[in-house]
C-alpha cells in the first residue's frame, strides 16, 4: 500500500515547477527531487505507519497477545470520522470520533475477548483464531451496514507548500504534527504517571505486578483503550492521506504495520517507532520507484528478512519494558 499516490502525478508537476528556469539545471537536479519528494512522501506514511504499530504494541506488551483484529479498529475509526464528517464535522470533531470508536473497540476486544484467555493463561494458537475471528466478524458487519465498495473521504488538502526540502499539503502537516505529539504524551505518560509505572511492571512480569498490589486487569483494559484511541485515530489520518477508504482497508494496512512491529520488537515502543520509519520510507521508495502493486510483497520480503536474521526485532537488547 502506498499512501497519497493518487495525489503525486499533481504534486510533481507542481514541484517541477520550483526548479530553475535553466534545462540543463533542470535535469541534472530532477532525480534529486524527485527524492526529496518520495521522502516527503514516506515520512507521512510513515507517521502513519508508526502510530498504528505503537498502538499494536501497546496492546501486545500487557497481553502478549497479537490482536489480529487491530487493523479493523484502524478501520472503525475511518468510518466513525466519515459519519462525523457528512453530518458537517470538521477535522478536529473527525479525529475525536475516530479515537472515540477506535478506542470502544478496542476496551470490548480486552474485555470480551482477549482477557478472558489471559486470565486462564492460554495463548497462542487459540488467542490468535480468537482475535482473527473478531476480525473477520467486524468485516462482515462494516460490510453489512456500509457496503464493501470504497467510500470517497473528502477533505481540503490545500496546496501543496515548501517545508524545507520536503512539499507537503496542510493535511500531510497536520498528520506528521500529530504522529509526534501523541508519540511525546505517550511516552511521558507511561514514563511519568502512576499508570505508566503500573504498565511497565504489568509488561515485564504481569504475575509479580498481580502480587505486588497491582491491578493487572484494570492495567491491561486501561492500555488496551489507550491504544484503540491511537488506532482510531492512525485510521482517521490513513483515510484522510488516502482518500478512500472499504471495510478491507485496515486490515491491509494492519499486514504493514505488523512488519513494523516485529522489526522493531514486538512490545518495544522506540523500536516499533525506527521499525514504522523504516518501513513507511522504504515502502515509498519502492512503489515510487517500482511498482507499488507490490508493496504488500515487499512488506512481507522485509519482515522474513528480519525473521531471519533477528527473530525477535532489529532493535531488542535485554528484558526491557514498552519505552526502555
Keep these: 500500500m502506498t499512501l497519497r499516490r493518487q495525489r503525486a502525478s499533481s504534486r510533481v508537476a507542481a514541484s517541477t515547477s520550483d526548479l530553475a528556469p535553466c534545462p540543463a539545471t533542470s ?30 504494541t501497546l496492546e501486545y506488551s500487557v497481553t502478549n497477545v497479537a490482536n489480529l483484529s487491530h487493523g479493523e479498529i484502524l478501520t472503525v475509526g475511518a468510518y466513525c470520522a466519515y459519519l462525523v464528517q457528512q453530518h458537517g464535522g470538521g477535522v478536529i470533531l473527525s479525529g ?53 465498495s470504497n467510500l470517497g ?18 493535511t500531510e502537516i497536520q498528520i506528521i504534527l500529530s504522529a509526534v505529539a501523541i508519540t511525546a504524551l505517550l511516552y511521558v505518560i507511561i514514563q511519568h ?26 492495567v491491561s483494559a486501561l492500555t488496551w483503550l489507550l491504544a484503540g484511541l491511537i488506532a482510531g485515530y492512525a485510521g482517521f489520518v490513513l483515510a484522510e492521506s488516502v482518500g478512500t477508504f472499504s471495510p478491507y482497508s485496515g486490515f491491509t494496512f494492519f499486514l504493514i504495520t505488523l512488519t513494523a512491529a516485529v522489526a522493531g520488537g514486538l512490545g518495544k515502543a522506540v523500536g516499533t517507532l525506527v521499525g514504522g520509519v523504516i518501513v513507511g520510507i522504504a515502502l515509498e521508495f519502492f512503489g515510487g520507484y517500482l511498482s507499488a502493486q507490490y508493496n ?27 519505552f526502555e
Excluded: C, M
Design 193 to 218: 504517571t502512576r499508570f505508566g509505572k503500573s504498565l511497565r511492571a504489568v509488561s515485564q512480569n504481569r504475575s509479580l505486578a498481580s502480587v505486588s498490589g497491582i491491578n493487572a486487569h484494570r
Design 153 to 170: 473521504y473528502q477533505i481540503p488538502q490545500g496546496a501543496p507548500r515548501n517545508v524545507g526540502p520536503f512539499l507537503w499539503t496542510d
Design 27 to 56: 535535469s541534472e537536479n530532477a532525480p534529486v527531487h524527485q527524492a526529496l519528494l518520495t521522502l516527503g512522501f514516506g515520512l507521512v506514511a510513515a507517521a502513519i505507519l508508526s502510530l498504528s504499530a505503537l498502538a499494536f
Design 296 to 322: 504488500l510483497a515487499f512488506a512481507f520480503a522485509i519482515l522474513s528478512l528480519v525473521i531471519l536474521v533477528r527473530p525477535r526485532g532489529l532493535f531488542v537488547g535485554g528484558r526491557r519494558s514498552v
Design 96 to 148: 475525536l470520533a475516530a479515537a472515540a470508536g477506535g478506542g470502544a473497540l478496542a476496551l470490548a476486544v480486552h474485555n470480551g475477548v482477549v482477557d478472558r484467555f489471559v486470565r486462564k493463561g492460554i495463548g497462542g494458537l487459540p488467542t490468535f483464531i480468537a482475535t482473527l475471528g473478531v476480525s473477520l466478524v467486524i468485516q462482515n458487519l462494516l460490510v453489512i451496514i456500509f457496503g464493501a
